[in-house]
């Protein structure tokens, strides 16, 4: 119990940190803190009431109190695969910029307010709901959304190994990328679509190295694919730009490991957050 206690309090820190400094630009790289839980299925009622009702109430209180804090959500593995993955559910926050360093004191008044709870109460609170698996930090290199993320909504995700020596060949195929998910955006093909690039664990023997998600309205939305619009909508965005030689591209700078479809339980956005990206 106390090792799973320091551990999740180690994901946590992450992405609970001081009230937000005034900010020096408009724009700022996110970085999105994944915590990945496993929840017994005896526990997912109260799990999923605890987030909801508890949890959402934190996250916006923290929005609310000046954090660099851009959005929350908390995501349900909808298929688990085979091999099985050892986690259930993610827990998801964005940040404007890097994580900041905790603030014990800011950390526990915000939980309180939002809460009625201390932090350590709140923190036992999920250790009795669930168990945490894994923490992954990660860089927003490109992202495209128009409206905030909505209890149903369906994402699907692609989780991606560059290939040894190509990280920066791989920058550059995301150039052409961000333009044409801007518009697949703007045509409403899907609901928003990011990219991001793992900061840690990292290594060569790290299981991937990046990933991209798609939101979709519902699952018939995630199923449905990019069709024959894919071309129609490449040219579109890079007129006079060769189709074949783009997907050729991405074939040779990385190569799926493992996708996956989530479904959105709840989720806490900040109103009107601004488009970012590290490129």
Do not use: C
């Not at 109190?65 to 593995?77: I, Q």
């Not at 526990?108 to 698996?133: C, F, N, P, R, W």
């Not at 989530?262 to 957050?273: I, K, L, M, Q």
């Amino acid at each position: 119990m106390t090792r799973q206690l320091t551990i999740l309090a180690t994901g946590l820190a992450l992405v609970i940190g001081p009230h937000a400094a005034p900010a020096q630009q408009a724009t700022k790289v996110q970085y999105r803190t994944s915590n990945y839980v496993n929840v017994p299925p005896d526990k997912v009622p109260a799990f999923l009431e605890f987030n909801r009702n508890v949890v959402k109430k934190l996250m916006q209180e923290r929005i609310n109190s000046g954090e660099t804090l851009e959005s929350w959500a908390l995501l349900a593995l909808m298929y688990r695969g085979s091999p099985a993955l050892d986690y259930n559910y993610i827990s998801t926050t964005v940040s404007s910029g890097p994580p900041p360093e905790p603030n014990p004191t800011v950390r526990d008044q915000v939980t309180k307010k939002a809460t009625g709870m201390t932090y350590s109460e709140y923190v036992q609170k999920l250790i009795g709901l669930s168990t945490l698996t894994g923490t992954v930090l990660s860089r927003v290199d490109g992202l495209a959304a128009s409206s905030p993320m909505k209890e149903g909504n369906v994402i699907s995700v692609i989780r991606w190994k560059i290939e040894p020596h190509r990280g920066a060949d791989y920058a550059e195929y995301l150039k052409m990328v961000v333009p044409v998910q801007t518009q697949a955006v703007k045509d409403g093909q899907v609901l928003g679509w990011a990219a991001a690039r793992v900061v840690s664990p990292g290594g060569t023997d790290a299981p991937y190295d990046a990933v991209t998600s798609f939101t979709h309205k519902d699952l018939a939305s995630a199923l449905q694919g990019p069709g024959p619009s894919a071309a129609a909508l490449f040219a579109k965005v890079h007129p006079g730009k060769n189709y074949t030689n783009y997907i050729d591209q991405g074939r040779a700078v990385r190569r799926a490991v493992r996708t996956e479809l989530f479904r959105v339980v709840v989720a806490v956005e900040r109103p009107s957050t601004t488009t970012t990206s590290s490129r």
